[in-house]
C-alpha cells in the first residue's frame, strides 16, 4: 500500500480550477489502482472519505455492518469524529442503541435544530441532592418576568430575526436564580446565558404546591358542605318546644 495524490488539472493550475485528491494505492490482484481518500477542491472544500462533496467539510465514514451501536458507557466504536476539548476533553458516553456521530466537549453557535435532546440526569452524576423546598422558591419564582422580544442582530446573527420569540431576560433572572444563568456573578460587561431547563423542576414544583392548595380547599369545601347540609337539616325538622 503506498499513498498517491493527483490534480485535475494535469496540464496545470493556470488552466483552470483544480482539485487536489489524496488516495492510497491498492493492489487489486492486477493492478495498483488508487482509492481516493481525501480531496480538497478548488474552492477550499475539505472532503474525507468522498470525493465528490461540494460544500464546506464532509466527512463521509462507512462502518462495518457489525460496529457497535452505543451502550451507554464510554465506547468509541460509535464514534465517527473526534473533536478534543483541551484539557476538558470530551465525552463519548453514547446512549444505549445511538449510531454515534461526533464526541467533543462543547459546541457553540447560532442555532441548534435536533429531533431528540436529552440531558445527563442519573443519580451518578450528581451529588448533595435535595429537594426543592421553601416560601423563598415560591416568592421568587412568581418575580419572574415573561418577555417577548426579537433578536438585535447588531448583537447577534440568526437566520429568523424578524420571528417574534418569548423568554426570559438572563440579567433579571441572575437576582432571583443566578444558578441558572452562565456567566452569572462575572462583570456587567460580560453577557449572560440562561439554562431553560433548569425551570422545569421549579415549574414542577409550583404545580405540587398549588394542587396541595386546591386539594386543602376541596376539604375545607366539603367540610363546610357537611355543616351545612347538617344545619339545613336541623332548620328543616319541626323543633318541639
Excluded at 6 to 28: I, Q, T
Excluded at 33 to 47: A, K, Q
Excluded at 146 to 168: C, M, W
Excluded at 175 to 197: K, M, Q, S, T, W
Aim: aromatic fraction near 12%; charged fraction near 20%; proline fraction near 6%.
Amino acid at each position: 500500500m503506498a499513498v498517491s495524490y493527483w490534480g485535475d488539472n494535469l496540464s496545470g493550475p493556470s488552466v483552470g480550477p483544480d482539485n487536489f485528491h489524496f488516495a492510497f494505492l491498492e493492489w487489486d490482484g492486477t493492478l495498483l489502482r488508487p482509492r481516493p481518500r481525501m480531496t480538497i477542491t478548488s474552492h477550499g472544500f475539505v472532503n474525507i472519505g468522498t470525493t465528490n462533496h461540494v460544500h464546506g467539510v464532509y466527512l463521509n465514514v462507512v462502518k462495518p455492518a457489525f460496529h457497535s451501536l452505543g451502550n451507554g458507557v464510554s465506547n468509541d466504536e460509535p464514534t465517527t469524529a473526534i473533536i478534543a476539548g483541551g484539557i476538558s476533553g470530551r465525552y463519548n458516553d453514547w446512549p444505549n442503541g445511538w449510531g454515534g456521530g461526533l464526541s467533543t466537549w462543547d459546541i457553540v453557535g447560532s442555532g441548534c435544530y435536533f429531533t431528540t435532546y436529552i440531558g445527563r440526569s442519573d443519580r451518578r452524576y450528581k451529588r448533595s441532592i435535595a429537594s426543592i423546598e421553601g416560601k423563598d422558591i415560591r416568592q421568587r419564582f412568581m418575580q419572574l418576568r415573561p418577555v417577548s422580544y426579537y433578536i438585535d442582530t447588531t448583537i447577534a446573527k440568526v437566520d429568523d430575526p424578524e420571528r417574534l420569540r418569548f423568554g426570559f431576560i438572563a440579567n433579571e433572572v441572575e437576582e432571583l436564580f443566578p444558578n441558572l444563568v452562565i456567566n452569572a456573578g462575572l462583570p456587567p460587561e460580560i453577557p449572560r446565558g440562561l439554562e431553560y431547563d433548569g425551570f422545569i423542576p421549579l415549574l414542577v414544583k409550583m404545580v405540587q404546591e398549588q394542587q396541595k392548595a386546591i386539594e386543602a380547599l376541596r376539604e375545607e369545601n366539603r367540610q363546610l358542605r357537611q355543616e351545612f347540609e347538617a344545619l339545613r337539616a336541623r332548620l328543616d325538622t319541626p323543633q318541639k318546644y
